[in-house]
């Protein structure tokens, strides 16, 4: 089974501008993480969605990010006017519908660089 | 909020040594534990989960029981090898019987074993 697909691996963007980040979850899994990692911060929630449906959005800068589903085969993640503070990598996980204390599966990551 | 606090961040250690990290929590309510590694480059991998109060999780020669009284989930492995260098992340979800929450990520702890 392939695993949780996020693209692009490598995104280099200029400050000021939009990045929009991919996510392709495990086919079956009914809820969508995104988090955000960065060496002072470490892992970071932002957001998840339960079938399609956002959830909780707490960890979401209100200002300049957003995410949406649009189907049960994709997430996206968008960032306008990015800031070098955007400079991260962005995980997407998926998880599969369990009795309590759900597992979550990563994908590798798409590495944010803001320049 | 909901916390896990490993209190190593590196650890060094020689082929065939016994390997402890320590993880603590406090959660709101009744969580699972996790423990995931993460490789350069790639997301984290879940490795084990424990649910319940004394639960042993286990997997690739690594384990930590679930203690409810000293909210503890320590990891441990009795012979590591240079092929086990990588950061372990201890988390904690709460469990509720028919939603999703969000995992919480501890700050990491680097391992890194030399032959």
């Known amino acids: 089974n392939a695993g949780v697909i996020q693209t692009p691996r490598h995104k280099v963007t200029g400050k000021g501008q939009e990045a929009t980040l991919w996510c392709e979850p495990i086919?079956?899994?009914?809820?969508v993480f995104w988090y955000r990692q960065t060496i002072v911060q470490g892992l970071e929630f932002l957001t998840y969605?339960?079938?399609?449906?956002?959830?909780?959005d707490s960890g979401m800068p209100k200002e300049r990010f957003s995410a949406q589903m649009p189907n049960q085969s994709h997430s996206t993640l968008k960032i306008q006017s990015t800031q070098p503070q955007d400079s991260a990598v962005y995980l997407c996980?998926?998880?599969?519908?369990?009795?309590?204390?759900?597992?979550?599966?990563f994908g590798e990551g798409s590495r944010l660089i803001v320049v | 909020g909901d916390s896990v606090t490993q209190t190593e961040g590196q650890v060094a250690l020689s082929e065939e040594d016994f390997l402890t990290i320590h993880c603590n929590y406090s959660a709101s309510g009744y969580p699972a534990l996790f423990w995931y590694v993460q490789y350069p480059g790639e997301g984290p991998q879940f490795l084990f989960r424990?649910?319940?109060?004394?639960e042993k999780g286990s997997s690739r020669g690594f384990e930590a029981t679930y203690n409810k009284e000293a909210t503890s989930f320590h990891l441990q492995k009795a012979s590591v090898q240079e092929s086990d260098s990588a950061v372990y992340y201890c988390?904690?979800?709460?469990?509720?019987?028919?939603?999703?929450?969000?995992?919480?990520f501890g700050q990491g702890t680097s391992l890194s074993v030399v032959p």
């Open positions: 969605f339960r079938n399609q449906a956002p959830i909780d």
């Open positions: 988390a904690l979800t709460l469990i509720a019987s028919s939603s999703f929450s969000k995992l919480v």
């Open positions: 424990a649910s319940r109060d004394k």
């Open positions: 996980a998926s998880s599969p519908r369990t009795g309590g204390g759900n597992t979550l599966y």
């Open positions: 086919s079956g899994h009914s809820a």
